[in-house]
Each structure stands twice: as C-alpha cells, then as structure tokens.
C-alpha cells in the first residue's frame, strides 16, 4: 500500500480528518481520537499502525510483519505496526483499519457518534 492509498482509504471512511504530526506521519481521526497513522519506515515499505481488538492484538503481535507499536503497545494499549506486507495483503490491511476506525467511533460519546453522523438515529 502506498501513502496515497492509504490516504484515500482513510478519507473514505465517514467522519475522518487528517493531519500531519510527529515528523510527517500521515495520522487519521474520528471525532478527534487517532485510528491510523503511516510512516516511520526505513525503506520504501510504508508502516502502517492501527488500534485493535484485545483477541486480535494477540494474534497479530507475532504475525510476520507485525509488531505491537513502536510507543502505543508498551504503554499497554492494544495498537499494531503492520512494517511488512510480506503475510498480510492490503485488503487486509484495510480491514484492520476500518476496524480500528470503528473502535475508536464506538469509544466516542453517544451525542459526539450523532454530531459526527456514525450513529442512526430514530425518528
């Protein structure tokens, strides 16, 4: 995945912003909470880090190419480095974001998820 996919994957998802922090990482939020953030590779290999699930942090944390991330994952919270797409493809990868994406949605307030349009409302 290249930085410019990775970006457009992200801006696809409802209610994402982006800025460039942390020496030019290229970081995605919802309502103002991180859910991806790509760079600080060493080669032409893009990292990508994302949140996940406690199940999923284990199982990923020894996957080939994966690492808990570098900061986020020694301060115990659950966030992966994908650093190598040689055992997970980018449809993959997407996945993972769309789901990190979700997790830190649900995380939000109910009134924040209603201004941000991530939830339906009854009416």
């Known amino acids: 995945m290249t930085k410019i996919q990775y970006n457009n994957f992200c801006k696809s998802l409802i209610a994402s912003t982006f800025v460039e922090q942390w020496g030019a990482a290229q970081v995605w939020k919802v309502g103002g909470k991180v859910?991806?953030?790509?760079?600080?590779?060493?080669?032409?290999?893009?990292?990508?880090?994302?949140?996940?699930?406690?199940?999923?942090?284990?199982?990923?944390?020894?996957?080939?190419?994966?690492?808990?991330?570098?900061?986020?994952?020694?301060?115990?919270?659950?966030?992966?480095?994908?650093?190598?797409?040689?055992?997970?493809l980018d449809d993959e990868l997407k996945l993972y974001i769309q789901d990190s994406h979700q997790l830190i949605a649900n995380a939000l307030s109910k009134k924040k998820q209603r201004e941000l349009g991530l939830m339906k409302t009854n009416k």
């Open 35 to 88: 859910f991806a953030i790509a760079g600080w590779n060493k080669g032409e290999q893009l990292a990508v880090t994302f949140k996940t699930t406690a199940l999923d942090f284990d199982i990923l944390k020894d996957h080939p190419g994966c690492r808990p991330a570098p900061y986020l994952a020694s301060r115990g919270f659950k966030w992966i480095q994908r650093f190598d797409d040689c055992e997970m």
